[in-house]
């Protein structure tokens, strides 16, 4: 498949256009992310003290990083959680009288 041929989908982040390179069944997800990412570059600008979009970008990756790793983290104690819990209640079925 060559360059020409590749489906892209159209984006647009702080008031400029992009095209990107995207199978058409990832392009639904391309945009949201691109929706989610100019929304916090759009902050990041509404705030004044940034105007280089690069900048934006590295601030609008940064924040985006932190949010995603907070969740991990998250995710994680969770999941911790729930297997203690599981360990717990299995050996209380193991205890429970009558087993």
């Given amino acids: 498949m060559t360059d020409a041929s590749r489906p892209t989908t159209e984006i647009t982040l ?10 058409p069944e990832e392009q639904d997800k391309l945009e949201r992310a691109a929706r989610y990412l100019d929304r916090a ?14 900048k934006i970008a590295i601030m609008a990756a940064l924040n985006i990083t932190h949010e995603l790793l907070e969740a991990l983290d998250e995710r994680r104690a969770g999941e911790h959680s729930l297997s203690e819990l599981s360990q717990r209640l299995e050996r209380a079925l193991a205890d429970a009288p009558g087993r």
């Fill in 41 to 54: 570059m759009q902050g990041i600008h509404a705030q004044g003290k940034v105007v280089d979009r690069e």
């Fill in 14 to 23: 702080l008031e400029r256009q992009y095209v990107i390179a995207c199978p």
